[in-house]
Structures are given as C-alpha cells and as structure tokens.
C-alpha cells in the first residue's frame, strides 16, 4: 500500500462488486453469489439490489457489459471493470473508513477482505491505519467531552457513548490482527477470489 490514505463513506456494495470484477469478469448472478459466499455477513443485498447498482455502475463508467446470447435461455450480460472503475476501486481500497460502528462492520471489512486476498500485509496495514484514525477521533471526542457544561448531562452520556464505541471498535481491529493469518497455510488457507 502507498501510505496515502483518503477518508470514503461508501456504505454500498458497489465497491465489493468492483472488487470481484477487478478479480476477474463476471454475470451479474455470479457477483451476487460471490457477495453472498464471501461478504454475505456484511452485505443483505438482494439480486434485484445488485443488478441495479450494477446498472449504475455500468451508467457512470465504471465498469462494461456485454450481453451475451445463449441458446433457449434469455441473454446474459458479463461485466468487466473498466479503467475509471479500477481507478475508483483502487482510490477506495486505500482509503480511511469514517470513524463510525458501522463504516467499520460495512465498508473496513470488505475493504479489508480485499486487501487480504491481495497481499495480508496489506491488510494489517489497513488495520493499523484504521486505528490510529479512531483514536485521533476519540482524542478529538475527548477534548469536547472536556468542554461540555456540566449541566449538559444528556451531551455528556452521547459522547461518552459514541467514545466507549469506538474505544470497542479498536479492540475488534486489534483481535482482527491475530485473526487473520499473515501467510497462506493448511489451517488457513488465503482467502480465494474464485
């Protein structure tokens, strides 16, 4: 990875079908399946749901069908990522998530599936980066909850809330360090793209 890291709010799927078309060409059934097999924890799209976006992306550039015809059965199309698709996926891939629960359930773990089928260092430098992003926001967090009037009670437990959550946060990325396998091996085999 480059060290430079862009903030991103991209809480849709859009990037892991990038993803998966970066991997290689693919009908939009088969991203479907392969979103649900590999990311099916993170993401509950729906098959209508992912041929939409796909349409979207095809709308905007960033990837190209082409249909293909197939004997008694309806056409397909096959997608392939284009370059302003590639240039969006790889932008994102190194990109810093917001500091929220679920930017980091959604879009951290599958920026961090597809680090990890990459290159794991890379991952564990996402991890890394990710974390220190978290406890720069908390610092922040912290410097306001200082300066909150005590009669602010309610203001006072929101942010201490939203702090112990992300404090939480960065105990779950910590343990995503020892769960994931640095190197490929029987008991744990990387992560295949299919």
Not at 18 to 23: N, P
Not at 39 to 64: A, C, K, M, P
Not at 109 to 118: G, K, N, P
Request: glycine share 6%.
């Amino acid at each position: 990875m480059n060290g430079e890291y862009r903030r991103t709010s991209g809480l849709s799927p859009e990037y892991a079908l990038l993803g998966f078309l970066e991997q290689s060409p693919a009908h939009g059934y088969e991203l479907h399946q392969k979103l649900l097999e590999h990311l099916g924890e993170i993401w509950h799209t729906s098959l209508s749901q992912t041929y939409n976006i796909l349409t979207r992306l095809e709308e905007h550039g960033f990837i190209q069908g082409t249909t293909q015809e197939q004997e008694k059965r309806p056409a397909k199309r096959r997608f392939r990522l284009s370059a302003a698709g590639k240039q969006r996926f790889e932008a994102w891939l190194t990109s810093i998530s917001a500091c929220s629960v679920r930017a980091i359930r959604v879009e951290f773990m599958t920026r961090l599936y597809f680090l990890y089928t990459r290159n794991p260092a890379d991952a564990f430098e996402a991890i890394q980066a990710q974390i220190e992003a978290l406890e720069t926001y908390i610092a922040r967090l912290q410097e306001r909850l200082g300066n909150i009037d005590s009669q602010q009670i309610f203001n006072h437990m929101g942010i201490s809330l939203r702090i112990r959550q992300l404090e939480v946060l960065i105990e779950s990325l910590n343990e995503c360090k020892t769960q994931i396998p640095s190197i490929s091996s029987p008991e744990h085999p990387r992560v295949s793209s299919l």
